[in-house]
């Protein structure tokens, strides 16, 4: 019976009380945690949340971790946590402001600054503390990472914790999960929604997501002012891109070929052109009329497989400077990465682990495959190294003094920013200069998971003690009202802006907004209502800038009013 009490209340004789009462303490809070997490209520679950309830229960109980342990596992946990984020959002993180993105992220930009606009007139309106409302800022748009960045801002200037960051984001992010929801139900009626309407036009690929999703079509050339020219002229002519993966001859409607940018258009000949939605008109307007072909019964002369960038060395290089078409007689046609299919241009720059759409022969995708790689065991092997040398800069950038006009003294990124700023710049110009980032999207979660699981059980078990007390008062119950004040207004003015203002589709404005958020269950939400998958090509886009904004921004505020 000692034994067990000493377990879960720490050996005396051992500091911090022993290994094994840390460990176990721990574990116990991620593994109840996560059961809990599975349950769902309406195909909305709390996830990840129950980890830190059940800490806050734990702590609550003085089974407890020692203070300096604690504060240590909780900053590597966030570590991690970010890192791992940071690494997986890099590649696409500059490219998201490009073209269709811009405008999707100016909305993040507005929805964030409404919502810290309130958090500071909630502060001087009630008399809150900022840290207690910095706390419920992160809870009410279920970003564990803002927790993070604003207690690491108080310590950084204060040297000790402030427990009531965190009791502020436990109660808030219940809100941060249901409002969403409840925001995204009110639009629908508020906007006069048309589901039908709606899921005609997102599945057409239309609005400001065309720059960032392909299709495939069927043209009858027509056009006499390029009978006769090659395919390079005709895109140097059009101005766009694409990439045409076969052609019918005109006098011969049995057998297709492979086309490269010396390929001759002819009058009549069919092509099939893969490209962006936004760029269709303009292709069309030059080249000729659509048409319907089922290209099925070629299959048999050339085939369409997708084959693995698995080769290290090729990290970084072109698809002019593969030259598969030149060497194998094959046509690249399009670049799957992270999920999101690119149109396969000469100058894109390949990276590990990106799906290369192939069209040839059996033979010719063969060599191929052999060049590339395409063998999935090589990826299974992770690649260490970029982590811990990358969360070592992170360490430094994250001490690294920063002059802000108007605040008195130097800040610093912190170890939520440091990492995570390093891990998007390795991202997304490691492959630039041959640096191999890449990991398994399962060895990447794994990393991410456990991370967020220490983090938020040592946050939970470091509020327990003063929770309940806080939440049976009367102030509990204020912040709770705070929490979803903060979730609704921002989501609901961001709709009526990306509505009225930008005319997105309504299942693009759910995912945009949803990934402003940085809230997974709310893009679960939004992937229920529709077939098409524009939700979560807008979360996508919007997400890595977000993030990186709602991190900052965080600090930013605690700066302000303690610095």
Partial sequence: ?????????????????????????????????????????RNVSLGLTWVLIIGIVFGYFNMNLDPNLLHFLREFGLVLFVYSIGLQVGPSFFSSFKKGGLSLNMLVVTTIAVGLALTVGLHFATGTPITALAGIFSGAVTNTPGLGAAQQAYFGLQGVEAPDIAMGYALAYPMGVIGVILSFILLRYILRIR??????????????????????FTLEITNQRIDGATVKHVRELVKRRFVISRIVPHDDTEHNAVVNGHTELHLHDRVLIIAAPKDVDAITALVGIPVELDWSPYEQELLSRRVLLTRPELNGKTLEQLNANGNFGVTVTRVNRSGVDLVAYPHLRLQLGDKLTVVGTELGIGHVSKMLGNSLKRLNYPNLIPIFLGIALGCVVANLPLIIPGIPQPVKLGLAGGPFIVAILVGYFGPRYHLVTYNTI????????????????????????DFFSTLTGGEGLAWIGYGLLLTVVPILLGGLIGRYGLHLNYYTLMGVLAGGNTNPPALAYSNMLTTSDTPAVGYATVYPFAMFLRIITIQILILLFFA
């Fill in 442 to 465: 399962s060895a990447n979660m794994m990393m991410r998971e456990m991370g967020i699981a220490i983090f938020l059980a040592c946050v939970g078990l470091g509020a327990g003690p």
């Fill in 195 to 216: 589901p039908t309407e709606e899921e005609q036009a997102a599945e057409r690929g239309l609005g400001h997501l065309e720059q960032l999703t392909v299709r495939q």
């Fill in 1 to 41: 019976m000692e034994l067990l009490r000493n377990l879960f209340e720490g050996f005396p004789e051992y500091w911090g009380g022993g290994v094994s009462h840390s460990l176990l303490i721990l574990s116990l809070v991620i593994s109840l945690g996560l059961i809990l997490g599975k349950l769902k209520v």
